[in-house]
């Protein structure tokens, strides 16, 4: 028995088929790497926008600290309305100074812009500093000789808080420290 070869009219579209379903199946492969890479720099982009703010709200933060070492001599400038980012702490039950509606707002006068000139951020950064508490150094009888230190010296405790935005200005980070000025 011989077989006979298939008649080339039953062959006919077969090529066809198995090319166009190749090329779905690439297409598909292509359009999904497309839209990989296209989230992958958003992720990017908002990764570095995060990083942005993060280093502005930093820089913030270190120029209210240095404010406290530099021209601090009373804690008379602190009040409950944010006098030039002075603030006294929040009562219980009430937000936190930098929760509040406009405490960051340029014009308001509630917080103090960072100064100095930072590079790719859509808002320059802020700061705020809230006086939490004060601490009497008491003389200690432990001492043996007599202490240098004035005996009646002041441990004035503060929150430092800033706030830098990114480069598009939908992202913002806030940073805090507690520091303490001997006055």
């Given at each position: 028995?011989?077989?006979?070869?298939?008649?080339?009219?039953?062959?006919?579209?077969?090529?066809?088929?198995?090319?166009?379903?190749?090329?779905?199946?690439?297409?598909?492969?292509?359009?999904?790497?497309?839209?990989?890479?296209?989230?992958?720099?958003?992720?990017?982009?908002?990764?570095g926008d995060a990083l942005v703010a993060f280093q502005a709200a930093e820089a913030a933060l270190r120029q209210g600290e240095a404010l406290l070492v530099d021209s601090l001599d009373s804690t008379e400038r602190f009040t409950d309305e944010g006098n030039d980012g002075f603030w006294t702490p929040a009562s219980p039950g009430?937000?936190?100074?930098?929760?509040?509606?406009?405490?960051?707002?340029?014009?308001?006068?509630?917080?103090?812009?960072?100064?100095?000139?930072?590079?790719?951020?859509?808002?320059?950064?802020?700061?705020?500093?809230?006086?939490?508490?004060?601490?009497?150094?008491?003389?200690?009888?432990?001492?043996?000789?007599?202490?240098?230190?004035?005996?009646?010296?002041?441990?004035?405790?503060?929150?430092?808080?800033?706030?830098?935005?990114?480069?598009?200005?939908?992202?913002?980070?806030?940073?805090?420290?507690?520091?303490?000025?001997?006055?």
């Open positions: 028995m011989s077989r006979r070869p298939a008649s080339p009219v039953l062959q006919r579209g077969v090529a066809l088929f198995v090319c166009l379903a190749l090329l779905l199946v690439l297409g598909i492969a292509g359009a999904s790497a497309v839209r990989t890479t296209i989230l992958e720099e958003r992720m990017v982009r908002n990764t009430e937000p936190e100074r930098w929760a509040l509606a406009g405490v960051w707002d340029p014009e308001g006068g509630r917080s103090r812009a960072a100064t100095g000139h930072i590079e790719a951020v859509a808002a320059h950064p802020r700061f705020i500093v809230e006086w939490l508490a004060s601490l009497e150094a008491a003389s200690s009888r432990h001492l043996v000789e007599e202490s240098t230190v004035d005996e009646r010296q002041r441990l004035e405790i503060f929150r430092v808080t800033g706030r830098g935005v990114g480069r598009s200005g939908s992202v913002s980070a806030l940073v805090q420290s507690t520091y303490g000025v001997l006055l």
